[in-house]
């Protein structure tokens, strides 16, 4: 599964925001999950946003970002040493 959204604002002149998602999700995780040794190997899911702030006046302009990238991933209990 692949999924993306965004969106785009405009706050007054020359003054914009926008944002975008996208998550990825592997299809084959659900079915294989029970019988396999590696998770991460199979189980491919993350969550990318960003966000950026845009504002200009007559002689400067000023432009901010800012993106996350988190995993999703499970994680095996055992490699904790957990049992």
Do not use: E
Not at 1 to 18: E, K, S, W
Not at 51 to 79: E, I, Y
Request: aromatic share 6%; net charge positive.
């Amino acid at each position: 599964m692949d999924y993306r959204r965004g969106a785009h604002q405009t706050l007054g002149d020359r003054f914009t925001v926008a944002s975008d998602l996208h998550f990825v999700s592997s299809d084959r995780a659900p079915q294989a999950i029970s019988r396999i040794d590696d998770v991460n190997r199979v189980i491919d899911r993350s969550l990318r946003s960003n966000v950026s702030v845009r504002k200009s006046w007559d002689a400067v302009g000023f432009s901010a970002s800012a993106t996350r990238m988190q995993n999703l991933n499970m994680t095996d209990p055992t490699a904790s040493g957990c049992r």
